[in-house]
């Protein structure tokens, strides 16, 4: 992993990964991407903006794009340990069950026992454990019970499959001026910025949103290093203990910005989205929070894009957030 730089990636390499993604037996959907004026959504601005909707994909969010590409460059039966605080563990899972591999996913103690306990039903182990101890339990896997660990953001293969996004993007906006995305640990942010780029778009803006309390790509561009925090946020899909280090080089290298939004704003797009008949998880409103509350710079009458990431959310859970 540490071997693999942001300037060894091609646009080739990117292209390749598209194709296995499309072609998975996954079952990867090139999902809708609809304007917003078509929408019963509150218009924002003048620009013409579409929205681009991962919460209709196969397990309910991207993540199922990195893991086919991941998936399909592994050894089929082997024994897989990952992290995540749902998404990446679901599709994970479902992977795990299509090619009769064992698999672990440890899960920060915060994700909600629902995710947990839909990730089992699909046949792998959960095991939970306090997010600053995420990394220390997947060593223990891999060292005492010679499991293989797959990254949930910090991987060639997955960043790769993530691109798939951004091609899919392109083939609607063949080249536009901003595109708004999510950001946790920054694989999804990484693929898509990289894939945009290194297409020909040399003047879209691509914005990375993190919330307030889980901000460690945000950090990382201060620091100018890929850092850690003690991540706390509603989304606790974009909570992860540490940014990527390959995610990290991508996004210095191709996004504009990491813009931030707070739980409360985080909340009332979740319920903005709902009302629109549009079901999205806190994760999945992050970009959308940060256009509706102005957080993204110069985008009057201009062709945006927003990626509403995932829709993995329990009936339970709705109860957090306003009418």
């Avoid at 990195?66 to 039966?77: D, S, T, Y």
């Avoid at 997010?131 to 220390?136: A, E, K």
């Avoid at 620091?223 to 996004?251: N, Q, W």
Wanted: hydrophobic residues 40%; negative net charge.
């Amino acid at each position: 992993m540490g071997e693999v730089s942001a300037d060894s990636i091609t646009v080739e390499m990117l292209r390749e990964a598209c194709g296995t993604v499309r072609f998975s037996p996954l079952d990867v959907i090139n999902t809708p991407m609809i304007p917003w004026c078509q929408t019963t959504l509150p218009v924002k601005t003048s620009g013409e903006i579409h929205i681009k909707l991962e919460n209709m994909q196969r397990m309910g969010s991207f993540k199922i794009r990195g893991v086919a590409n991941q998936f399909a460059r592994r050894l089929k039966g082997d024994n897989f340990v990952t992290m995540s605080a749902g998404n990446y563990g679901k599709s994970f899972a479902y992977a795990c069950k299509h090619y009769g591999s064992k698999g672990k996913v440890v899960m920060p103690e915060t994700a909600p026992i629902s995710r947990s306990l839909l990730i089992q039903s699909l046949g792998v182990e959960v095991e939970r454990a306090p997010t600053t101890r995420l990394m220390d339990v997947v060593n223990r896997c891999v060292r005492e019970d010679s499991m293989t660990f797959l990254h949930s953001y910090d991987d060639l293969d997955l960043i790769a499959g993530h691109a798939s996004l951004g091609f899919e993007i392109l083939e609607v906006v063949p080249c536009p001026d901003v595109v708004v995305v999510c950001c946790g640990g920054g694989g999804l942010l990484a693929g898509v910025a990289a894939a945009i780029k290194l297409s020909g778009c040399e003047n879209t803006k691509i914005y990375g949103v993190e919330p307030e309390g889980a901000c460690t790509m945000y950090k990382s561009f201060i620091e100018k290093k890929p850092v850690g925090m003690d991540a706390k946020s509603i989304a606790s899909g974009l909570a992860p203990p540490f940014a990527g280090t390959l995610p990290y080089e991508l996004c210095q290298k191709y996004v504009e910005d990491i813009v931030l939004v707070t739980d409360e704003e985080i909340k009332s797009a979740v319920s903005t989205l709902y009302k629109a008949g549009l079901v999205v998880e806190p994760s999945g409103t992050a970009a959308f929070a940060a256009v509706t509350n102005d957080k993204i710079p110069d985008i009057s009458d201009k062709s945006v894009v927003v990626i509403l990431s995932g829709g993995n959310i329990g009936k339970d859970e709705f109860s957090n957030f306003p009418d």
